[in-house]
């Protein structure tokens, strides 16, 4: 979590990876609770805070009713759910409701300095970071007419400390690997 508790985080986490955002919005929930006593405006000592997750359906969004409540309270800015395999709906990934959001995932990121927490497996790791790296990149193209590459911009934020990725298993699939599999 960000030292400065102003400061916007989106959490980006499919499947198992929604389990470690659950203690941040947890620990975000305890601490306004004791913070309320004093502070009726509590919320505006807090950053937004927004949740990306994805599931294969509604059956396996098994914190569906907490991420509604602490949404409902304000401990979360607001709740995105993407649906992989729902009956009589199109695939939905967190990689598209992100570029569904991209104004708003640009501004959190380029204008509010937010924090970007990435938790789940490495291929949907790797996409969401494409994903991000387009967002970036087009988003500024378009409101400076800047040519800043997007791979780069991610490079910095992870190096400032606002890009935070927590992935698990292995990609056969990257070059690197393929390579050292012939050697």
């Not at 490079?155 to 050292?180: A, V």
């Amino acid at each position: 979590m960000p030292v400065k508790k102003t400061t916007p985080i989106i959490m980006i986490g499919p499947g198992t990876g929604i389990a470690p955002f659950r203690s941040f919005w947890q620990q975000r929930q305890y601490e306004m609770s004791r913070q309320l006593s004093d502070n009726k405006k509590v919320n505006r000592l807090y950053g937004e805070a927004y949740v990306y997750f994805g599931c294969r359906t509604s059956l396996d969004n098994i914190y569906c009713l907490e991420t509604k409540e602490v949404e409902k309270k304000g401990i979360l800015t607001r709740v995105y759910t993407a649906f992989s395999r729902e009956d009589n709906h199109a695939k939905m990934y967190v990689q598209s409701l992100l570029l569904k959001n991209e104004k708003e995932v640009f501004d959190l990121i380029e204008n509010k300095e937010a924090q970007v927490y990435v938790c789940g497996n490495v291929e949907m790791a790797e996409d969401v970071q494409k994903v991000l790296e387009n967002i970036i990149a087009s988003g500024h193209r378009k409101n400076a007419n800047l040519e800043t590459s997007g791979k780069s911009f991610m490079r910095k934020l992870e190096e400032e400390g606002r890009y935070h990725k927590d992935i698990f298993g292995i990609n056969l699939h990257s070059p690197k690997n393929r390579n050292s599999e012939h050697k």
